[in-house]
């Protein structure tokens, strides 16, 4: 049976958020509504943990004493005894309880004054991380482009402030004029996002889709689209006079986390990406101001070990899909590693694992034949330039021996995967999924687990979509910031990173804490949990600058959030490709239709993805699974190393 459970939410109420004005006016003084919705932000956090009704309690107190006493009393004294209790004794009884209580109460008002520091700290430390984690997430931004080259890095900062939607107009101006050197294209690009911006579009008549590239392949922006496609689209977009909106969010970078859980163990730096660091910061922050991260999960409710084989095959197609992002992540690493030293041509636009693969030990050939023709080692000079080749070569090998790691897991994943696969095929047969002639093809339906769309019984059976949402309860937004506040503090982000002086180390160390206290509040690790957040959109935090007051950040923090559209199209139509490909479901037309309208996805669309699974239905990819050699280092690399290390000692 196939049906879904959903939690029913209460829809955003448009006071919830800051108003298109109130946005507007934010940069320059942030409006007094702004500030209250801040407030109650997070008092509604901190009231959570420490509301205390004295009014219900006193209440209880007088009911208990009176009339729960008494007709408790003599209803006991009349079944012992016979007859009703005296009234002396409901005096008593009546009189102990009152005193009982009222010392009761005594000593909750003595707690409460006691705690009032606690209660006082913990409101600091809650503010304390709102004011500080965008303040992480611009240090983070801004030293990735510290690592870039410097035409990288004006292209990555230009990307930046295109997506804003609330870039002023000198800002995007100094964007375009970054990325084309021409002070009249830029100058063009403004006008029509000012026209934009304030419903006067017809006054220019922005171009079309077509007639905008051909003003970029003027602008010399043409060979952006390849290098750089995700900019190139935001470009293109504001040239056609169309801002970016709160409501569609930025995309996540897949495998952003398992990147930076890889990274915390091993401690490599080359293992991250630019932006994975400042997404971490932004994950953290969306959760800390009430985002929920929608997720579909297959459950299947009936007889436990079909409901083992699908919790196994849920399991095992996400692992495995995590192994394969690691493997490839792990290999452009080492080719970033070798573009940034010029041994290889940049591979940022090549999807061809195999291709990169053989670029990268090309690379490593290049280096080792550049250390071994360093034969003669006579000046400090010469000793300087063998041992930073020696480095490097020390950091491939570290960064290879990862690759071979993530292989290992990647193929161990998928022999996990191929026997879950195996087993549920195996079920399909056994319950009376519908054979083909051959007795080697799948089954091509699941028979008797089919059942309608939905089940309006009160206990579900079958195959089960079960909506849930990724977010953190208020208890949990103060543990949080309770123990993420310290290090704000000792590092003293606040103060350095309005001015400008944050170091990238306590970046960093804090990135890691925040991983640590993730994982058991949302299970990060799963990879469940990963492709879920990598699939939906983060906020838009651009906005949101450093100097602005922990209130106000709170309350764009929240209103970003929530102006985000928790999309579940891409999500929708992955299930489905699961659901006809993987679990062989035959859906009836009814079921198709509810489908649609209950996760707004067209007809035409799956039934593109029934007659034509895609990509990652068949859990294959063209820059994933086309790593066919086994990673393995070569003698002569490992050979040449050693070699170095005794020639720098002997030129002492």
Not at 63 to 69: D, E, K, N, R, S
Not at 287 to 314: D, H, N, T, W
Not at 574 to 583: M, N
Request: proline residues 4%; aromatic residues 8%.
């Amino acid at each position: 049976m196939f049906h879904v459970k959903h939690r029913v939410r209460k829809p955003p109420q448009a006071s919830d958020y800051p108003s298109e004005d109130e946005a507007a006016l934010f940069p320059e003084a942030p409006a007094l509504s702004i500030e209250k919705e801040g407030e109650r932000q997070l008092d509604q956090i901190n009231e959570a943990l420490h509301k205390e009704h004295w009014g219900t309690n006193v209440l209880a107190l007088i009911l208990t004493a009176g009339p729960i006493t008494f007709i408790g009393l003599q209803a006991g004294y009349y079944i012992g005894y016979g007859k009703f209790a005296p009234t002396n004794l409901f005096i008593y009884f009546a009189s102990f309880t009152l005193v009982a209580g009222l010392l009761s109460i005594g000593l909750k008002i003595h707690e409460h004054l006691k705690k009032g520091s606690w209660q006082k700290k913990q409101e600091s430390d809650i503010r304390e991380s709102v004011a500080c984690l965008p303040i992480l997430i611009a240090a983070a931004r801004d030293f990735h482009l510290s690592t870039l080259p410097e035409e990288d890095r004006k292209i990555d900062a230009a990307g930046y402030i295109i997506r804003n939607s609330h870039a002023e107009a000198a800002a995007l101006r100094q964007a375009i004029f970054w990325l084309t050197d021409d002070i009249d294209f830029a100058n063009l690009i403004v006008e029509r996002d000012v026209a934009n911006r304030y419903g006067t579009q017809n006054i220019l008549n922005p171009p079309l889709a077509s007639s905008a590239r051909q003003e970029l392949e003027r602008a010399g922006l043409g060979e952006l689209e390849t290098r750089r496609p995700d900019i190139y689209h935001w470009l293109l977009r504001r040239v056609m006079g169309r801002r970016p909106t709160l409501q569609e969010g930025l995309p996540r970078s897949e495998g952003f986390i398992e990147r930076l859980l890889a990274w915390t163990d091993a401690g490599n730096d080359e293992i991250l990406r630019g932006r994975d660091l400042e997404e971490l910061f932004t994950l953290a922050f969306e959760l800390l101001c009430g985002r929920e991260i929608p997720q579909l999960r297959f459950r299947y409710f009936g007889e436990s070990k079909i409901a083992e084989v699908v919790e196994r095959l849920e399991k095992y197609r996400n692992s495995y899909r995590v192994a394969m992002a690691a493997r490839f992540s792990r290999l452009k690493a080492l080719a970033r590693f070798l573009e940034q030293r010029n041994y290889i041509e940049p591979s940022e636009n090549k999807r061809n694992a195999q291709e990169i693969y053989e670029d990268v030990c090309t690379g490593i050939d290049a280096l080792c034949r550049d250390i071994q023709n360093l034969k003669e080692v006579k000046t400090a000079r010469d000793r300087r330039k063998l041992l930073h080749k020696q480095h490097m070569l020390a950091e491939i090998i570290k960064l290879f021996n990862e690759l071979i790691l993530a292989d290992k897991r990647y193929r161990t994943q998928q022999d996990n995967y191929f026997k879950a696969e195996w087993r549920w095929k195996a079920v399909l047969r056994k319950h009376g999924a519908q054979q083909t002639e051959n007795a080697d093809e799948e089954p091509s339906g699941t028979g008797k687990l089919d059942r309608p769309l939905f089940d309006k019984s009160f206990r579900p059976k079958g195959l089960t979509i079960v909506e849930r949402q990724i977010n953190l309860t208020d208890h949990e937004k103060a543990l949080l910031s309770q123990k993420l506040a310290p290090l704000l503090h000792r590092h003293d982000v606040k103060a350095k990173g309005i001015s400008g002086h944050l170091a990238h180390e306590p970046v960093k160390e804090i990135a890691v804490e925040i991983l640590n206290i993730l994982d058991p509040l949302i299970q990060i690790g799963d990879a469940d949990i990963q492709r879920a957040i990598e699939l939906s959109r983060a906020p838009n935090y651009n906005s949101i600058q450093s100097g602005f007051s922990a209130i106000a950040k709170a309350a764009w923090g929240k209103g970003l959030a929530g102006e985000l559209l928790n999309d579940l199209q891409p999500v929708a139509e992955r299930a489905y490709s699961k659901l006809v490909h993987q679990y062989k479901f035959d859906m009836s037309q009814e079921d198709i239709e509810t489908f649609c309208e209950r996760y707004n996805v067209s007809e035409d669309r799956l039934n593109a993805i029934r007659e034509h699974p895609p990509v990652y239905a068949r859990m294959e990819s063209s820059f994933y699974e086309t790593l066919k050699t086994r990673p393995a280092l070569k003698k002569h690399w490992q050979r040449t190393y050693i070699q170095s290390q005794f020639r720098a000692r002997a030129a002492k």
